[in-house]
């Protein structure tokens, strides 16, 4: 089973997932990176905190970003239009 790593980008700062999660495919990598979008999303509404550029990289086990899941995405609704780096 593919393992993953859901960073999370805010500009230059990178906070980084060291224990990541093992994901049957890349639609379930990209379901839990678009349910921690909402968790964070939800945190930050609750501050008062806007979040534009926050996103999410999704990484294989070598470190390479496989996609990017945009915190304002998943907040207006454009779910599938992720971007995807395969």
Sequence with gaps: MPH?????RDG???VVDDEGLCC???DAARFEARASARD???QEIRHGVTP???KIEITDRDGAVVETVALRDVLYGYAQQST???
């Design 4 to 8: 993953y790593y859901f960073h999370i």
């Design 40 to 42: 964070l999303l939800a």
């Design 24 to 26: 049957d495919d890349m």
């Design 52 to 54: 534009d550029g926050r």
């Design 84 to 86: 995807a780096k395969h």
């Design 12 to 14: 230059e700062h990178l």
